[in-house]
């Protein structure tokens, strides 16, 4: 049992990862849960502090990662019209997938300057603010990574640490 958890934690560990460029895949809470399956076997001691310290982390992570975009439309001079549209934006691209990956960049962009013109904002300052959704999108997205690339090597890590207890045949 202990080899089929480690296999699937692992597999969660890369799907992880790659969640934390798609949008559909939620990176970081995917990536505990491979941490925890490791922590499940018999031969991995029980830290309930780490797990809830990283688990602590996943959800603020993930959490950013849809408020972000509206801190860097706010802090590139966007009104509340254009955070309102990144956020729209954000929802269209969760709900409404047409675009794919592409789509969670482009709806939030779109939807800050949308929001910006319909606030009766210049063109210039409209794309200073949808600008600023890209670059939260772009900020949320390399946090994500970072994280489950942190939680990738903390499961290599210890799954190491163990590897007799994990696989008693190789002794």
């Keep these: 049992m202990d080899i089929a958890l480690l296999i699937i934690g692992f597999i969660l560990m890369f799907v992880g990862v790659l969640g934390s ?8 809470p995917i990536s505990w849960v491979g941490l925890l399956l490791l922590y499940l076997t018999k031969a991995i001691p029980d830290d309930w502090t780490f797990l809830g310290l990283t688990l602590a982390i996943a959800v603020m992570v993930f959490a ?6 509206v801190w860097g439309t ?9 955070m309102i549209g990144t956020t729209i934006g954000l929802l ?7 675009l794919g990956f ?10 800050a ?23 939260g999108f772009l900020t949320g997205t390399f946090l994500k ?14 799954a190491w640490e ?8 190789f002794n």
Excluded: C
């Design 74 to 82: 706010k802090k590139f001079g966007g009104s509340k019209w254009g």
């Design 21 to 28: 460029f798609l949008p559909v895949l939620p990176g970081t």
């Design 113 to 135: 300057l949308a929001g910006e013109l319909i606030n009766k904002a210049d063109q210039k300052t409209a794309l200073k603010a949808a600008f600023g959704s890209f670059l």
């Design 64 to 69: 950013l990662d849809y408020i972000i975009p």
């Design 92 to 98: 269209i691209a969760l709900i409404f997938p047409v």
């Design 145 to 158: 990574f970072m994280v489950t690339i942190i939680y990738l090597g903390l499961f290599i890590y210890k």
């Design 102 to 111: 592409f789509g969670i960049i482009i709806w939030p962009f779109l939807g």
């Design 162 to 169: 163990y590897k007799s207890d994990l696989f008693p045949f």
